[in-house]
């Protein structure tokens, strides 16, 4: 019954962020070779889709996302040639590839720069944002870049700001002269034609800006914190006229079969609701909310209800609990709710997408201050620990040696490696209870359940604070309860109205089996039951 559904619907996304995932040459970055190395272990985690964070040619200003070319592979992650041979293996083996695409800047070596940078009367001048200082030298207006400091940065040489709102290496592409978007969508042709699956769009929402520039107004909430918190971001993102530049993206990608367009997209409901467009923008505009929300049963409740009855007819949901830009789940909320955490992620209806090494229980790693790397924390040493994205970036955990099997032993990896002897791959392989074979085991009734992958979901009512409930039903097929314990308390629950009583599919702690009597369900702390009902 699942067969008329896409891959990107029915199937589960996992993001590889790919300088940490596996170094095949030794030189402490990951890179592609190193992913087709570890495809098998990939596809026995019962995932679909993988979504690769950027991996073109780069000065890794900012990791990647700084492309100074979009139709090449950045020498430290291989070549076309691996790239091609990735994509063969993944397709062989059912795998979906997904891309990272960078449309609202790039680098300041990219060949557009260069020569917009070169003279006011280039042809590509208007191709980025340019604009003269102030009427006091200063920058154009009050916007600040995300990772510190102006979104302006002065060129000496033709006299002007030019905009970029995170590094100064990122400056901004202008989607309002004509030629812009044409090149980009060359760019998605490009590696649509070579068979790539789909794409993320990195900060979609940025795309087009305020015609004039306009300052923008004072935060009224602003925590005094985080610099760019001090204004409103009305101006510089969520633009109406994006939804034009999507619809034009997103028609390329309808010329080919099943091909996704995953937007970026950090919005309240109400606006995020607008980048499905009428089913002419992204397929997947990301629902954020998890990822930033107390973890708390009842606010959990309500917010996935209240996405539920905002989805548009014929919008598919989904949901994120982690990415390379937050600190990981386990870090979060603590350990002990880890496994409660991705039961709830890959119980919810619709795609489920999921950060690399959380299937293991990875955490942020403490860096060493001579290790921080990424800007927002370099550039803002006293809120480096809220801002900072390298603690979630560290090498993939994969068995106790030395290096974690990420690279070989004594080679220095461009972040330290966790804490490897207590949390890898190989250690909970062999434990038929690890975190690891819990994520698998719920992934593969996932797959298999119809009600599960695609089916329908309804909150219920519980008489415990601390509990989140909700059924997932589809016709002609298993129908189940989830019963997710958000705290450490023990409670004892009454469903009898829905049934009498249940089979346990799964337990969070992949001990507790058997049938259940729902007048009197006695829920662990930290426990998650997917209950199969009658
Ligand atoms: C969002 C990406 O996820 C993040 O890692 C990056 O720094 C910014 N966009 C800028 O491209």
Request: overall charge negative; some cysteine.
């Amino acid at each position: 019954m699942t067969n008329h559904y896409q891959w990107w619907q029915k199937g589960i996304i996992y993001q590889i962020y790919p300088r940490s995932f596996q170094d095949s040459n030794n030189d402490g970055v990951g890179d592609l070779p190193g992913i087709i190395q570890r495809l098998d272990y990939l596809k026995s985690l019962n995932i679909e889709g993988i979504w690769i964070s950027p991996i073109y040619p780069s000065p890794m200003h900012d990791f990647g996302y700084d492309v100074s070319d979009y139709k090449g592979i950045h020498p430290m992650f291989g070549t076309m040639d691996d790239l091609d041979r990735l994509l063969k293996e993944m397709h062989a083996r059912d795998l979906k590839l997904i891309l990272d695409l960078v449309p609202n800047h790039t680098s300041d070596e990219h060949a557009w720069f260069i020569e917009s940078r070169s003279s006011r009367d280039n042809p590509k001048r208007d191709w980025y944002i340019w604009r003269d200082p102030a009427a006091d030298g200063g920058p154009p207006n009050n916007w600040l870049s995300f990772f510190g400091g102006p979104a302006w940065t002065f060129d000496e040489k033709t006299g002007q700001y030019y905009l970029h709102q995170f590094v100064t290496q990122q400056p901004e592409l202008n989607y309002r002269n004509p030629e812009v978007l044409p090149a980009m969508l060359d760019v998605i042709r490009f590696w649509l034609d070579k068979g790539v699956d789909g794409f993320r769009v990195d900060v979609i929402t940025l795309l087009i800006k305020d015609e004039q520039l306009r300052d923008e107004p004072l935060n009224p909430d602003w925590d005094g914190i985080v610099p760019f918190g001090k204004y409103k971001l009305i101006r510089r993102q969520n633009h109406p006229e994006v939804h034009d530049i999507i619809h034009q993206m997103r028609a390329v990608f309808d010329k080919y079969d099943e091909r996704v367009i995953v937007g970026e997209t950090y919005l309240p409901n109400e606006d995020l609701m607008k980048y499905y467009g009428n089913d002419d923008e992204c397929h997947l505009p990301f629902n954020f909310q998890l990822i930033n929300m107390e973890w708390d049963a009842q606010t959990i409740r309500k917010a996935v209800d209240a996405y539920e009855s905002m989805l548009p007819e014929g919008a598919w949901a989904n949901w994120v609990l982690g990415n390379h830009d937050k600190h990981r789940i386990a870090t979060r909320i603590g350990i002990e709710q880890a496994r409660v955490a991705n039961m709830l992620l890959l119980t919810l209806r619709g795609t489920p997408t999921f950060y690399y090494g959380e299937e293991i229980g990875m955490v942020d790693v403490k860096i060493p201050l001579d290790m921080i790397q990424d800007p927002p924390a370099v550039n803002q040493p006293e809120i480096a620990d809220t801002q900072g994205r390298d603690p979630e970036r560290t090498p993939m955990q994969w068995d106790n040696s030395p290096n974690a099997g990420f690279s070989e032993e004594g080679v220095k990896t461009w972040l330290p490696v966790g804490d490897y002897k207590k949390c890898n791959v190989k250690n909970q392989e062999s434990v038929s209870t690890s975190m690891l074979n819990f994520f698998k085991t719920l992934t593969n009734l996932r797959q298999n359940e119809p009600a599960l992958c695609v089916g329908d979901y309804q909150s219920v009512d519980v008489k415990a604070d601390d509990v989140f409930a909700y059924l997932r039903t589809a016709p002609h097929a298993n129908h189940f309860l989830v019963v997710l314990n958000l705290a450490s308390d023990e409670h004892a629950l009454d469903f009898s109205q829905i049934a009498k009583q249940a089979n346990i599919a799964i337990a969070t702690d992949m001990t507790r089996t058997g049938t259940i009597d729902l007048s009197n369900l006695k829920l662990h702390p930290n426990e998650g039951l997917v209950l199969q009902l009658g």
